[in-house]
Structures are given as C-alpha cells and as structure tokens.
C-alpha cells in the first residue's frame, strides 16, 4: 500500500514517519539533524496519553461498538501519521479533530512521545464478531491485504503500514466502508481502488478475521 506524500506544513516530521514500532523508551531516533534526532521520551508520553484514556481507555483498547480503535501496539510510525494528519485535517473525526484543536500538539515532540507510549502497549486480539465469517475473511485478507499488510495483518512500521491484528472488528468494519464511500481523505486511491470490489459479506468477513488475530 503506498503512503500519502508528506505535506509541506508538516515537513520537519518526514523523519518520524519513517520510524519503526519500538518498545516504550526506546524508540529509533530520527535521522541525524532532523527535528527528532533525540528519541521520543515514552515516560513522557504516558503523561500525555492520560489526556487520550478517557476515550481510548487506560489500556488503549478502545470500545467494542467501533467508534474508538484499540490504539495498543500500533506501530510508532503509524501513530504519528495519523495524529499529524488529524491536525493538518487530512482526516475527519470530530472528537478527534476537537482534541488536535485544543491542544495541537505544536511541539512535534509531544506526537513522538505518546507514539512512543501507545506502540509499546500490549494489544490483545479484540474479537467482537459473530464467529462466521472469520474463515471467509481470511480468505479475502489473503488475496487483497497480505502482500502489504503482511501474513498475520502486522503491518510494517518502516513502511507506515498500520497493525490491523486484534483491532475492534465494529471499527474495522467501520473504516473499510468509509473508506470504499470516500470518507477516508488520507487513504491512498491506489487502496481504496482495492477495496473497492468487496461486497458487505466480504468486509464484514476481512474485520472479523482481523479482529480474531493476535501477533
């Protein structure tokens, strides 16, 4: 899956984004001279992340009923795109887009740190499904997902290819039918071009599968 370009007003963190997932305290430093040659600072993002708990949860596992993703484990690189592109408005949630408001994170080091936090996180498999289409969505994840998203949808940080085991099978299934109707900006044509050809049974078989995997 290709990744949407940089924007400019967001150039200084193009390094980040090319980190990989790492333990908390420990995340990969950016290259050398970049505005995250220092390494994100986990501790300091668990400070920031209390802000995050009340909707993500204390374990960031977020809610069953799909409007709140489990964020635990997501790859760093991954959780730095997308709050960068909350705050530029290249993606649309209101609560979201109420919290980048607020407090904005104008210093980029506040987005490196709780990224730090939130990819060191355990992430069990969330399930939620109706334990009959997991076989189908298999299936389908092995012919239209695998060969990005990777065997067991763990995604890849140096790509920024998000972690898609264990997350809410509602939100799964959410964020592939808005997706396919346009209300995703930040995902690539090239993927919504892919999604595209899945009919109800095949997306609601793909989130259950997904939502059952545990890495």
Known sequence: MATKPVLPAAAALAAVLACACVSPGSPESAPPGSAHAAAADASKGARIYADC????????????????????????????????????????????????????????????????????????????????????????????????????????????IPRLAGQQYMYLRRQLHDAVDGRRPNMPADHVALLAPLDVDDIDGLAEYLAELAI
């Open 53 to 160: 708990a009340g909707c993500h949860g204390a374990t960031a596992q977020g809610t069953a009923n799909g409007q709140v993703p489990a964020l635990a484990g997501q790859h760093y690189s991954v959780i730095v795109k997308q709050l960068l592109d909350y705050r530029e408005g290249e993606r649309w949630d209101a609560r979201m887009e109420s919290v980048m408001a607020e407090h904005r994170f104008d210093d980029d080091a506040q987005i490196a740190n709780v990224a730090a936090y939130i990819a060191g996180m355990r992430m069990p498999p969330a399930g939620g499904g109706s334990g009959i289409g997991a076989e189908h969505g298999a299936t389908v994840y092995a012919q239209h997902c695998a060969s990005c998203h990777g065997p067991r949808g763990e995604g890849d940080g140096e790509e920024v």
